[in-house]
């Protein structure tokens, strides 16, 4: 946990969030992600379960978390259980969580070690009606391995095949699909250590460096500062910046090649996610600074349109017809090209194909009901892009905002993407 402490208000607030949302006499329990086997005896470090951190702010492999409000018992209404740090243990792997740091960081006034789980479990079960168990449901999912909840799920049918099994996902989407304050304010932190990465490349990029020396940058950047990537970084060169995820981030940045930035920095598990596009050598050329304010003059208009209730589908409508304009403005398209835009097919799509955001927090690709209007606290990326493989550069700018019933807010707003800014600051570090 590289991370500062984080008051355990936040995650006894989430919970009770949860508990309000769940029928009478309903359970949930939640499961830490399995630790991924890389080759021979080696493994991954542990990616926390989103979920299993924003309920608890737990972070250790195999915690498991059930809550139980209408319990009979007060002691069986919120209880995590750990892996019991033994002295062996702790030798192999180091210092693990006592129950009494579990509950400073959760707010659990109940922890017990993995061996109590099956008989706590069958006590619950015996008196709870409808069970609510935990899957990954992003609808952008490739779910290929089986993961920890998936194997509860099944064990648990097994065992108890006369109860009601209900999702816990739907409910989990639609609270976290709205940041607290709290929340806000850590992705603020992995905002502002972003745009501390983002401001030494501005120093460091040159003709002949290379797209892994700017990545090596980066990451010193982030882990200096406590974060870390969020995402595997995209540093792609000339038409690299045509692959959309491109991460072999191994070619040379060549004197007139524009360097496409899609990099973030994660702070406590909240990530932030950024996108600029630079010039090497540190001096637009006339047809990359018409592109890149085009896409500038898109995403700023894309912003002042993410308002409450507008819905995704809409705004991503909204902002392919202005980019539609703008190639025309290019030579990119012919108004009778535009004529024969469509939602289905859009005329644009040659050059700009994909999404215009997402919803950002916990995961990079956040969770959200996918037919819900913005709503106040949504914090969404507003990333359109042109792309020319055929001239052998693209350009795609992101910022991150949060929705708010006066409007949205840029949480990016103070981080270099005027021709101007990028210019100057680029001159002065050389």
């Known amino acids: 946990m590289r ?32 630790v991924l086997p890389t080759n021979a005896d080696g493994s991954l470090k542990i990616c926390p379960n989103t979920d299993l951190f924003y309920l608890s702010g737990v972070e250790q492999e195999e915690s498991i978390l059930l809550i139980y409000p209408d319990a009979f018992e007060p002691k069986h209404r919120e209880i995590l259980f750990l892996r019991e740090p033994t002295e062996l243990l702790q030798i192999w792997e180091g210092q693990k969580l006592t129950q009494e740091a579990a509950t400073a960081a959760s707010g659990v006034t109940t922890v017990k070690w993995l061996k109590d789980f099956p008989q706590v479990l069958r006590d619950c079960m015996l008196g709870a009606d409808q069970v609510f168990l935990n899957r990954n ?15 509860f799920l099944l064990e648990c049918q097994q065992q108890y095949p006369l109860h009601t099994y209900r999702r816990l996902a739907p409910l989990l989407h639609q609270l976290r699909a709205v940041k607290s304050g709290p929340e806000v304010d850590l992705i603020r ?22 797209e892994h020396q700017v990545e090596a ?59 600029r596009t630079i010039p090497v050598n540190g001096k637009f050329t006339e047809r990359q600074r018409d592109v890149y304010n085009a896409v500038l003059r898109t995403m700023r208009a894309s912003i002042e349109g993410a308002v409450v209730g507008k819905l995704h589908r809409d705004w991503q409508h909204e902002a392919q017809e202005m980019i539609n304009e703008e190639l025309v403005g290019l030579g990119l398209l012919t108004k009778e090209d535009v004529a024969k835009h469509t939602r289905d097919q ?17 995961d990079v690709h956040d969770v959200a009901p996918v037919d819900a209007p913005f709503a106040p606290g949504w914090v969404l990326t507003v990333e359109p ?37 990028i210019e100057a600051l680029m001159a002065a570090g050389k």
């Not at 000339?238 to 930035?261: E, S, W």
């Not at 859009?346 to 916990?362: D, I, Q, R, T, V």
């Not at 493989?389 to 005027?418: C, H, K, Q, S, Y």
């Open 385 to 421: 892009g042109i792309y020319l493989p055929d001239e052998g550069f693209a350009v795609r700018l992101e910022n991150d905002i949060l929705v708010t019933e006066n409007g949205p807010v840029d949480l990016m707003a103070d981080i270099p993407v005027e021709v101007e800014e």
């Open 137 to 151: 449901e992003h609808r952008r999912a490739a779910a290929v391995v089986q993961t920890r909840d998936d194997r």
């Open 217 to 275: 940058e980066l990451a010193h950047e982030f882990i200096s500062n406590r974060g870390g990537f969020a995402y595997t970084p995209i540093v792609a060169s000339g038409k690299n910046a045509c692959g959309l995820h491109y991460i072999d981030n191994d070619q040379v940045c060549n004197d007139g090649d524009m360097l496409l930035l899609d990099v973030g920095s994660n702070y406590a598990n909240y990530n932030a996610d950024m996108t």
């Open 346 to 362: 859009p005329a644009c799509k040659k050059y700009f194909m994909h999404g215009l955001g997402h919803p950002l927090g916990l």
């Open 189 to 210: 932190e992995a905002v502002s250590i972003t745009k501390k990465g983002f401001e030494r490349l501005l120093k460091f990029v040159k003709p002949g460096v290379t």
């Open 3 to 34: 991370h500062l402490p984080i008051s355990s208000d936040l995650f006894v607030e989430n919970r009770a969030k949860l508990a309000k949302m769940l029928p009478p006499n309903s359970l949930a329990i939640v499961h830490a992600n399995d």
